[in-house]
């Protein structure tokens, strides 16, 4: 990175606010004197506590290998910000960034805009910039108060919905899911992917209350089956009387759920449904930290899970998997609730380890101490932890997952010799 670049991309960061500012008066101003860049393509628009960002990237994926330029948005970012803003498989560069947000500076200044928003101003221009067919793109923290809430989708998807964040978007499941249903638009399409009986009573309610069609993707789709081949699973489901059986990239009950909304939101959007193409996209996919493989032999996996339902899924993933001997590698972010966290871990069969990443928001060792770790399972950092776990197995063929948030990618990559793009 040249000493310019640098210079920008230290200021953007500088950008980062100790408290998050959910407010959108200010987005909307910014976005209003960039010309509204998002009212340039169909946007497809995506919300949820977990799942939300495996669905973006299938349906992206799905979407280009119709034949279509596609952007895609997410967050966070596991190495560099430019992650987050994709067209195809090609990442923004550091030079449109830059050059956008010297563009910008007067504009960021003045009206306080922060970090996340910036990057999805960046994102939203980018796409305009390529002439995409379709964006899509992730909210960063709930919905209603999000700055990508400023677009107009062609349609919406929420995906599992459960408690996370619970400071700023409610302390019960009925009103984080009320946050999320802030992305329901007027006359404009909204998914909602298999959750519990509240989530769809609030979701169905809002829905109702502007006049959207409002579809729970269980009711229009069946999975028929699901086998395990190697590191891929066998998928397959029926929809419109139709069969659609796919090899799919992604470990996980929850992440063939996920796949279900993508298949769903391609009728939506008007597409026939064919496998081959829909296999395609598929196997062109990039998404990494989702039981994400770093090493075969012996077999290291990465995950991002980071709160009590993304664990619950993954951990129910090893069982599936018959992986219940994993050793597990955790680390965490000091601003999430772990807790529930411990006690799903302490109930795991396998060996548990934990560690923190590099950074001021990791929980440390006095922390989980604190919390009633024994010091003889905790390790000073990621390095030391994967020499504990290599000592721990019993065999070749036990597998090592590191797991716990995003933060992890940026120590773990460099590992085991992976980038931050396939």
């Not at 009573?201 to 829905?207: E, R």
């Not at 081949?229 to 990239?249: F, T, Y």
Request: net charge negative.
């Amino acid at each position: 990175m040249n000493p310019d670049s640098k210079s920008v991309f230290d200021y953007i960061f500088g950008l980062t606010t100790p408290g998050v500012k959910l407010e959108l008066s200010r987005v909307k101003e910014f976005m209003d004197r960039l010309g509204n860049p998002s009212a340039s393509y169909p946007v497809i628009h995506i919300a949820g506590t977990n799942g939300k960002g495996s669905t973006a990237a299938m349906l992206a994926a799905t979407l280009r290998a119709y034949d279509n330029s596609i952007g895609l948005f997410t967050s966070p970012h596991l190495v560099t910000p430019n992650e987050r803003i994709r067209v195809g498989n090609n990442l923004v560069s550091d030079n449109f960034i830059v050059e956008k947000v010297e563009a910008w500076r007067t504009h960021i200044d003045e009206l306080g805009i922060t970090f996340f928003e910036v990057l999805t101003a960046l994102g939203m221009e980018y796409f305009r910039q390529l002439s995409v067919d379709y964006a899509v793109i992730e909210t960063g923290l709930g919905g209603r108060l999000d700055a990508t809430n400023v677009v107009d989708p062609v349609v919406s998807i929420i995906t599992s919905v459960s408690m996370d964040h619970e400071n700023i978007l409610g302390d019960n499941l009925a009103k984080i899911a009320e946050e999320k249903a802030g992305i329901i638009k007027a006359q404009r399409p909204i998914l909602l992917g298999m959750n519990p009986p509240v989530v769809n009573h609030v979701i169905k309610q809002k829905s109702q209350s502007v006049n959207a069609p409002y579809t729970y993707v269980p009711d229009k789709i069946t999975i028929e089956s699901v086998q395990h081949v190697d590191l891929s699973q066998r998928v397959r489901c029926k929809i419109a009387g139709e069969i659609i059986e796919v090899d799919l990239p992604l470990l996980g009950r929850h992440q063939v759920e996920n796949f279900t909304n993508v298949l769903v939101a391609l009728m939506e959007l008007g597409f026939t449904l064919d496998e081959s193409i829909i296999q395609k996209g598929l196997d062109d996919m990039i998404w990494q930290g989702r039981m994400q493989v770093l090493q075969k032999e012996p077999l290291v996996l990465y995950d991002v899970a980071h709160n009590p339902e993304g664990l619950s899924r993954f951990l129910g993933s090893l069982v599936e998997l018959g992986k219940t001997d994993t050793i597990i590698v955790a680390a965490f972010n000091a601003r999430k609730n772990i807790q529930p966290m411990l006690e799903q871990l302490n109930q795991w069969p396998g060996e548990v380890i934990y560690t923190a990443f590099s950074g001021h928001s990791a929980v440390e060792k006095d922390a989980l101490l604190h919390m009633g770790i024994d010091s003889g399972r905790i390790a000073p950092n990621l390095l030391e932890a994967y020499g504990q776990a290599c000592n721990l197995q019993g065999n070749a063929t036990q597998p090592i997952c590191f797991i716990g948030s995003h933060y992890l990618a940026e120590s773990l990559f460099p590992m085991f010799d992976q980038s931050a793009q396939k």
